[in-house]
């Protein structure tokens, strides 16, 4: 079996194998573009190592005789002259993780090679700056250094020897008194030890948090790309970048990307300095050829890039090519964008989007006017480079696992720091904001943050931060550690102070597109939850094809409930429920008069609910009425919620079709006492709500006596699992619990296989009795998967919390569309 593959061989589609860099490497060296030559170690070596703890048998003599390849077709020659070769060793995936793992640059500098260098490139400077690089690299990459790095040697000897032992010596001294180890002089053995950390590295602790959180599998395993070396800090016409064939914040067409003159690809992205805009940095005939290059890459990739350059000499050689991460805003334009272009097919244009990215365009802003105030008032600190769009307010935190802390007590955090690193991960995941001193753009700060989709300001150079003493100061002014701060990642801007949160801003023209497109590809009718008649507009704006509620909590949301709990509680004569018919008439009027034509439907009160037990005084109630233990145990009060319902209907002056649904119901007796009590003039249709397995035992028999069928996805997965069905809504104590691996499946988020065969059923009877609307209830976030799964078992119909609209929408049409 061969672990190795040169870019010119390799296959582009095998990703699994590959990785993407290693994939990304091939496709474009075999488009003929102009890329350095080098070679992908597979995953199948990485999966093979961390199984046994050492290198597969013959990996290392592979390595080698594809070395022996490299130097061949590069004409130069490894760990010596006259023309020395180095290589770079990255890690490389097969889904993109930035920055969780390791790299080594400028690797083969022996003391041979480097005088040769120096000779070769008449510049002892900069082969003494590519030692002193590579010497801190790998002590911190394969030897876990903390802190290696040397004084500058200065002043540096003219002589190439005497510079490179001089710079050595430094190096190790300084590595020896930080960990007592030291980097092997020879080659060889340099390049074995860089490949087997980067295999090594798939199972750091960033790496796997990283994993965790973005629900990566951890048996991929990452591959490994060694690459020649170019150079962009050989001379003043040298540089590295990286740029985007849009904007990855906004999503607006064009070059978007940084460049730093003199400086290696490290330089670029690690945020220690800030770079210039590449549109403007670069030499007029290299940026036509890297917009010439990007076009080119984008329309063969159908997606918008995120690429690694460097230029050499005024040579332009790319190093790496990807899918960008991209902020929900600009995820959203951006498909929308290629779907109006033609680059990319409806199927492809839905799947460029995810449903939790439609979840936080949805999410709510500062209100202008606020921002407005506190700009004239003083309280804008700085001003950086937003880098990944959102407003949030939060205690201000300096240190990540301090950030960790208060955000799992429930303190909202923004995290300050001069400059983050993968180190700092599980503080970025846990913040609702962060803040960096120095970096652009690309850098790991704004990078990490828009695939967290977190808010993010980098590149804040007017403010310090202080460590140790956990302040920050911005132009004289201090702010200590837990002082509130607001921040802005669009337009960078941080604030002393918070901001009440203001209405979530509308979907934008370019989601409701979007939108369009996967609605009709699903061709499902959803339903959206609304509670008070300002609700029925932005519910129905979202793509809703009607509106679902229930009488309690329109009761609660208008202040009636209490009174109306205690009514019941103070006086038996009130069975016949009279007041509940005028609270419903009197309520649902502005409701239906705003709903109009759509379908609304109606739950009736559950005094049973598990969620509302202390609201309802369920202890007290059903002991004064032991009939409301099951759903038509009191008739009346099913006969008034019609009854007002029904009034509502004709004083709203609306044509809304409306049906009143009973939860709990499992036996076709009860729905044909529900049809009976629907059977008086004036009185809107029945329905059923199912909860149980046995409901759905009899979901075809419910079906052919009703004319609305009801599952609650959420009460069925909570009875099946023995929850309360309120513990499928909350964190704790399920977060622990599955953690701990003593569920296999998270009932939150996952249809258990237990569950499939149910649905299964309530699906088929949608088919075998057309004369019912059968449909799923949904609460809370609806997975891709899950509705992946209730799509392809041919539910149609859904019901979701308002909120869940548009990504169920989302979810839908990719089902739809494959």
Not at 42 to 59: H, V
Not at 456 to 471: E, H, I, K, N
Not at 740 to 760: F, I, K, Q
Not at 763 to 774: D, I, L, N, S
Request: aromatic share 4%; hydrophobic share 45%; glycine share 10%.
């Amino acid at each position: 079996m061969s672990f190795t593959s040169t870019f010119a061989d390799a296959d582009p589609a095998d990703v699994d194998r590959l990785g993407g860099k290693g994939a990304g490497l091939a496709r474009m060296t075999q488009d003929g573009l102009r890329v350095p030559p080098g070679f992908v170690v597979s995953t199948d070596a990485c999966r093979r190592y961390l199984a046994a703890g050492a290198m597969p048998d013959g990996l290392v003599e592979e390595v080698l005789a594809r070395l022996a390849e490299l130097e061949q077709r590069t004409g130069r020659t490894f760990g010596a002259g006259p023309e020395p070769l180095l290589v770079s060793v990255r890690s490389g995936a097969p889904v993109s993780m930035p920055g969780m793992m390791d790299t080594v640059l400028d690797l083969g500098l022996g003391r041979d090679a480097a005088v040769a260098l120096a000779t070769a490139t008449g510049d002892v400077a900069f082969m003494a700056d590519l030692v002193a690089r590579f010497h801190t690299m790998y002590a911190e990459t394969v030897l876990g250094a903390l802190d290696p790095s040397a004084e500058a040697v200065d002043p540096l000897p003219a002589d190439p020897g005497e510079a490179y032992d001089r710079v050595w010596a430094a190096c190790e001294k300084a590595l020896d008194d930080d960990c007592g180890e030291s980097v092997p002089d020879d080659p060889h053995a340099q390049l074995v030890g860089a490949v087997e950390a980067v295999l090594r590295s798939w199972n750091t602790r960033r790496a796997r948090t990283y994993r965790e959180h973005h629900a990566i599998p951890h048996d991929l395993g990452t591959a490994v790309v060694v690459q020649a070396m170019v150079f962009g800090n050989l001379s003043a016409d040298s540089g590295s970048g990286v740029v985007f064939t849009r904007n990855p914040v906004t999503g607006e067409p064009g070059l978007f990307g940084e460049y730093l003159a003199h400086s290696q690809g490290e330089d670029v992205v690690s945020g220690t300095r800030t770079p210039d805009p590449v549109t403007t940095a670069l030499a007029p005939d290299v940026l036509a050829e890297l917009h010439a290059t990007c076009a080119d890459l984008e329309r063969r990739h159908g997606d918008v890039l995120d690429i690694e350059f460097t230029v050499e000499r005024s040579v332009l050689w790319l190093l790496q090519v990807r899918s960008a991460k991209r902020t929900p805003e600009a995820a959203v334009r951006i498909a929308a964008d290629l779907l109006a272009e033609g680059a990319v097919p409806p199927a492809a244009a839905v799947r460029r989007v995810s449903a939790e990215q439609v979840r936080q365009v949805q999410r709510p802003g500062f209100d202008a006017a606020d921002v407005d105030a506190a700009r004239a008032g003083g309280r804008l600190l700085t001003t950086g480079i937003g880098a990944c769009p959102g407003q949030v307010s939060g205690a201000l935190v300096l240190d990540p696992d301090r950030a960790k802390a208060l955000a799992d007590a429930g303190t909202p955090v923004v995290l300050a720091r001069p400059v983050t690193s993968p180190a700092d991960l599980h503080g970025m995941i846990a913040a609702r904001g962060i803040v960096t001193v120095t970096g652009g753009s690309t850098s790991h700060a704004a990078v990490v943050a828009r695939a967290l989709g977190t808010a993010c300001v980098v590149g804040a150079s007017a403010m310090t931060v202080d460590l140790a003493a956990r302040t920050v100061t911005v132009d004289g002014r201090a702010l200590v550690e837990g002082d509130p701060v607001a921040l802005d990642g669009a337009t960078g801007e941080l604030f002393a102070g918070t901001f009440v949160t203001a209405t979530p801003a509308a979907a934008t023209g370019a989601l409701s597109g979007l939108l369009g497109v996967a609605a009709a590809a699903a061709g499902c009718e959803v339903l959206s939850r609304v509670t008070l008649p300002g609700d029925v507009a932005p519910a129905l704006a979202a793509g809703a094809t009607g509106l679902v509620t229930a009488v309690d909590d329109v009761l609660a949301a208008t202040g009636h409930l209490d009174g109306l709990v205690e009514a019941l509680l103070a006086d038996r004569r009130t069975a016949r429920f009279a007041r509940v018919a005028d609270l419903v008439a009197a309520e649902f009027t502005p409701l239906l008069a705003a709903a109009g034509e759509v379908e609304v439907g109606v739950r009736a009160i559950d005094f049973l609910a598990d969620e509302s037990r202390e609201l309802l005084q369920q202890t007290a109630l059903t002991g004064r009425y032991p009939e409301l233990s099951v759903p038509l145990g009191l008739p009346a009060l099913v006969e008034a919620q019609l009854d007002g319902l029904g009034r509502a209907v004709r004083d709203s002056g609306a044509a809304a079709r409306v049906h009143l649904a009973v939860r709990h119901v499992s036996d076709p007796a009860e729905a044909h006492a529900l049809r009976e009590l629907a059977g008086v003039d004036g009185r809107p249709p029945t329905g059923c709500y199912l909860t149980s397995p046995r409901g759905v035992f009899h979901a075809a028999a419910l079906a052919a006596t009703t004319e609305v069928l009801w599952l609650e996805v959420r009460a069925l997965q909570a009875a099946v699992f023995g929850i309360p069905a309120r513990h499928l809504l909350t964190a704790e104590p399920l977060d622990t619990y599955v953690r701990d691996g003593l569920l296999g499946t998270d009932p939150r988020t996952t249809v258990d296989d237990s569950v499939r065969g149910l649905l299964a059923r309530v699906a088929a009877t949608a088919a075998e009795v057309p004369g019912c609307r059968v449909g799923l209830r949904l609460s809370g976030a609806v997975s891709e998967e899950a509705a992946a799964l209730l799509h392809g078992l041919g539910v149609r119909r859904f019901a979701v919390d308002a909120h869940e609209t548009r990504p169920l929408l989302l979810s839908l049409g990719k089902a739809a569309l494959g």
